[in-house]
C-alpha cells in the first residue's frame, strides 16, 4: 500500500516505462549498426512516444472495456502503452544494400543515450526526494 502511494503515483512509473523504452531503442539501434553491411537487411524502428502524447490528451475520448473480447476504443491508458518495433520506410542508403543510413543510426543512437541519461537523473532526483521525505528533510 505505502509503496503504490509512493511510487505509481508519482512520475516514477513513466521514468520506468520510458527508461524500459530507451533501452530497447537502444539494443535496435546497435542491431541495425551491426547490420549495416548486411545485404538485403530492412532496419528496425522503435515506435513508442506518439502513442504516449495521445495518451496524455485529456481531451482524447477513451472508452472502457467491460470484456477482453471487445476492441479498445479511443485513447489508450498509460500502463496499455507498449513500445512497438517495425521497420523503417527509408529507402536504400548510397551502398545499395539495404537502408541503415549508419550516420542517421549513430545520430539517433547518441540521442537515445542522452535521454536514457536524462532519465536515470530525474528518477535518482525523484528518489533522493523519497529519500529526504523520510529522513525529515525537505
Not at 44 to 51: A, D, M, N, R
Not at 121 to 126: F, M, Y
Amino acid at each position: 500500500m505505502l509503496s503504490n502511494l509512493l511510487f505509481n503515483r508519482t512520475v516514477v512509473p513513466d521514468l520506468e516505462k520510458s527508461m524500459n523504452v530507451y533501452s530497447l531503442r537502444q539494443k535496435t539501434i546497435s542491431n541495425n549498426i551491426a547490420n549495416a553491411m548486411t545485404p538485403g537487411y530492412k532496419a528496425l524502428e522503435v515506435s513508442f512516444e506518439e502513442e504516449y502524447k495521445r495518451s496524455l490528451n485529456p481531451n482524447a475520448v477513451r472508452g472502457r472495456r467491460t470484456d477482453d473480447n471487445h476492441l479498445p476504443l479511443g485513447a489508450k491508458n498509460f500502463s496499455q502503452i507498449k513500445p512497438v518495433v517495425g521497420l523503417k520506410d527509408d529507402p536504400l542508403n548510397d551502398s545499395g544494400l539495404n537502408n541503415v543510413d549508419i550516420d542517421k543510426e549513430m545520430a539517433e543512437m547518441a540521442e537515445n543515450m542522452l535521454r536514457y541519461e536524462m532519465s536515470t537523473k530525474l528518477i535518482g532526483k525523484r528518489f533522493a526526494n523519497i529519500k529526504g521525505a523520510i529522513r525529515g528533510r525537505a
